[in-house]
């Protein structure tokens, strides 16, 4: 029978067991000997590194309170074994309302005790451990004894919390000291990163400006260099406080989709505003038409586009839609054509009517020279033969508005000066069973209109 059936046969005989054979088996770890764990028998064999570990103490805790610290052996490090000792008082502590007295037991010559509750092994105290401490075995056993009975005891509620609160603020103290120096680094790479990014952004949008001459382009280039100096630091400064990367990224991909998902509309509008920026259907300033909005561009951002109406409301438009929209820019170019309806009596000489409408338009001061008048024959209404004047102004809506009005009420004034008949629309009423004489009194009162 090997010893590792023998361990597993009896978990009452284990200790003995093991403090039988420990003499004569060398590479079985001491807390396995003793306390019946077998899950200890896989402890790493004592090399350099181990035995370094041993000179460390690491924490027994209870309650989530440190009660007292037991240092590393030749072939288990003080945080292997505190781990596996916290794990068998954590069990007791979840499945028994009230453990009991802990009690020492000691081997024949005195050199080994191990301290139980209720038949169960908590742990093993060795010479080691009572020369660290500068004491005698028994008594360091007798002390740790009675240190964790009154600590499986549960305590009252309000000495509960304090202890708590106790233990919980002196491990951030502990923490925040022991992870300063991080801190600290991390803190001086963003402030490094800060500067860098600023001075990126605007060497960005300087040399944009030396090469591109657009504001939406110094924008984007501006933005996207700033964005790319913080992601850097940013990078940095999680790696000086000790992140790992790899498992990060892990962690990104397995949860790519899901943050894909919620994100969409998010991401999508950034995307959409990297893409206008980078095409630049419009610029700051310019007055455009997306979809059922019309007026000046104020604002172009990664996330929306802020868009002015000519009755003063600000419009915040998401890239996405005015990705998807329908553009009209009517500032794209500097000039724009205008026109203006003007209709005529069909006895009117259309060729000299044309001749004093070109006339009186380019008299406009806010007319485009350039650009010739134009005068077409639009079409042949019921009583009016309607011209079409055509004309270039400046494409802001300001001036293109004020000029149109302006050629409108100069066309007018003209032509009457000309003496050319603008008449309104003239309907023909016929009665059919009409009363003696009534059409007589209708002829009679067009033509005093006609006076008149």
Known sequence: MTILSVLKFNCRWLPLVAVGVVWTVAPIPLLAQLDGSTSELTAPASDSATQSSGLYFSDIIVRGRPLFQVGGLADISAQERAQIINRRIASIV??????????????????????????????????????????????????????????????????DVAQRINTTLRNLGRDTIARLPAFTGAFIIVLITWAVAGGVRYGAFRWAQQTEGDRSTEVLIGRLGYGGVWIIGSVVALGVMGLDFGALLGALGLTSVAIGFSLKD??????????????????????????????????????ATTLKTYDGRRVYIPNQEVFQASIINNTASTQRRSSVIVGIDYDADIEKTKQVIAAAVQEIKGVVPEFPVEVLVRELAASTVNLEVLFWVDSRRGEFLGTTSAVAQQIKEALQQADVEMPTEIYTLLFRNAPPGIEDQIHRQQAKLSQD
């Not at 080691?128 to 360091?140: H, I, K, P, V």
């Not at 991401?267 to 909005?293: E, H, K, M, T």
């Open 94 to 159: 979840l499945n028994t309302e009230d453990p009991g007295s802990v009690e020492a037991q000691f081997n024949a010559d005195g050199t080994l005790a191990t301290l139980r509750l209720n038949n169960r092994v908590l742990m093993t105290i060795t010479q080691q451990d009572a020369e660290d401490f500068g004491l005698s075995l028994e008594a360091l056993a007798q002390r740790w004894a009675e240190q964790l009975t009154q600590a499986l005891n549960k305590p009252p509620l309000a000495i």
């Open 266 to 303: 998010v991401l999508s509008n950034y995307i959409s505003g990297v893409i206008l920026l980078a095409a630049r259907p419009f610029r700051l300033g310019d007055q455009v038409v997306i979809g059922d909005y019309e007026g000046t561009i104020t604002q172009i951002q990664l996330r």
